[in-house]
């Protein structure tokens, strides 16, 4: 597919499809696609059911071994769907019957509070992280100040660039803040290609299609990406803080409460740590 000049590139679902059925991550994407999907359809949640989460794309293999270290721990499962924070947010708004959200960006949060749908403010949990990620194969050399990249471009051999949408993921409009800083947004743009979240960013960016890409820091220290590809820390200095809050929401149930508590736990805070999510002060 050829991007636009001036727009950046959105996959069609035909090449999404092809590449898709070629990677794991987008065998999960189409998962998380039909939980969202069937979302806003689910009844109120019930006394005793499995706490329904909302939970940023950028936490999907953290908060699958939490989810998994609690069902261990308490014989509960969680239910949990995945995506980004501003569509996640809008559901929220429009009724989806949520249990407990955990954004990459708090001001999605402050802005559900301000609407009266949560309980409180909740917690800030995690500072994120993003990187440059280069699949096995690319030219493109990951470095943290992205001057390969800006090479690449001068010289006219970048054709295609992965990051997640910046309208509505945080990690895209870090990715875009942190290009921007660099210099090069306006000569990339019309390169891009544009995930629907920060885990559809990482599958366009290893997937062999494009040169590389703008991803989570804790998607790309994954055994997934690892194997295919590898990356640089951007300096957190060239995009704005990833401040990532949770919150109860306002169908919350007991068990809810419960896991929301479990969330706020040394256990938990371990393993966002150990997926590359900055921990903020107690």
């Given at each position: 597919?050829?991007?636009?000049?001036?727009?950046?590139?959105?996959?069609?679902?035909?090449?999404?499809?092809?590449?898709?059925?070629?990677?794991?991550?987008?065998?999960?994407?189409?998962?998380?696609?039909?939980?969202?999907?069937?979302?806003?359809?689910?009844?109120?949640?019930?006394?005793?059911?499995?706490?329904?989460?909302?939970?940023?794309?950028?936490?999907?293999?953290?908060?699958?071994?939490?989810?998994?270290?609690?069902?261990?721990?308490?014989?509960?499962?969680?239910?949990?769907?995945?995506?980004?924070?501003?569509?996640?947010?809008?559901?929220?708004?429009?009724g989806a019957p949520y249990e407990i959200f955990l954004s990459a960006d708090e001001r999605f949060i402050d802005?559900?509070?301000?609407?009266?749908?949560?309980?409180?403010?909740?917690?800030?949990?995690?500072?994120?992280?993003?990187?440059?990620?280069?699949?096995?194969?690319?030219?493109?050399?990951?470095?943290?100040?992205?001057?390969?990249?800006?090479?690449?471009?001068?010289?006219?051999?970048?054709?295609?660039?992965?990051?997640?949408?910046?309208?509505?993921?945080?990690?895209?409009?870090?990715?875009?803040?942190?290009?921007?800083?660099?210099?090069?947004?306006?000569?990339?743009?019309?390169?891009?290609?544009?995930?629907?979240?920060?885990?559809?960013?990482?599958?366009?960016?290893?997937?062999?299609?494009?040169?590389?890409?703008?991803?989570?820091?804790?998607?790309?220290?994954?055994?997934?990406?690892?194997?295919?590809?590898?990356?640089?820390?951007?300096?957190?200095?060239?995009?704005?803080?990833?401040?990532?809050?949770?919150?109860?929401?306002?169908?919350?149930?007991?068990?809810?409460?419960?896991?929301?508590?479990?969330?706020?736990?040394?256990?938990?805070?371990?393993?966002?740590?150990?997926?590359?999510?900055?921990?903020?002060?107690?």
């Amino acid at each position: 597919m050829t991007a636009s000049r001036h727009t950046p590139a959105v996959l069609s679902g035909t090449v999404q499809t092809s590449i898709t059925s070629k990677r794991t991550l987008g065998a999960l994407l189409v998962c998380f696609g039909l939980i969202l999907a069937l979302a806003p359809a689910l009844a109120t949640p019930r006394q005793g059911a499995a706490p329904l989460v909302a939970a940023a794309a950028d936490l999907k293999f953290a908060f699958d071994e939490i989810v998994e270290r609690y069902r261990a721990d308490n014989g509960i499962a969680v239910r949990v769907a995945y995506g980004s924070s501003g569509n996640f947010a809008r559901q929220i708004a429009r009724g989806a019957p949520y249990e407990i959200f955990l954004s990459a960006d708090e001001r999605f949060i402050d802005d559900l509070h301000e609407q009266g749908l949560t309980r409180g403010t909740g917690d800030l949990y995690a500072i994120g992280r993003i990187v440059v990620f280069a699949p096995e194969g690319s030219p493109l050399t990951p470095d943290p100040h992205l001057d390969d990249l800006a090479r690449r471009l001068a010289a006219g051999s970048v054709a295609r660039f992965a990051i997640a949408n910046p309208e509505h993921a945080p990690y895209g409009r870090a990715a875009e803040q942190a290009l921007r800083a660099r210099g090069i947004w306006d000569v990339l743009r019309p390169r891009l290609v544009l995930g629907e979240n920060a885990a559809q960013a990482a599958q366009f960016a290893s997937g062999g299609d494009t040169e590389g890409g703008i991803v989570a820091y804790s998607l790309a220290l994954s055994p997934e990406l690892r194997r295919r590809g590898t990356f640089a820390l951007i300096p957190e200095s060239m995009h704005a803080p990833l401040r990532q809050r949770m919150v109860l929401l306002k169908p919350a149930s007991p068990a809810a409460e419960r896991f929301y508590e479990y969330l706020r736990s040394p256990a938990s805070r371990e393993i966002l740590a150990r997926h590359g999510l900055s921990l903020p002060a107690e």
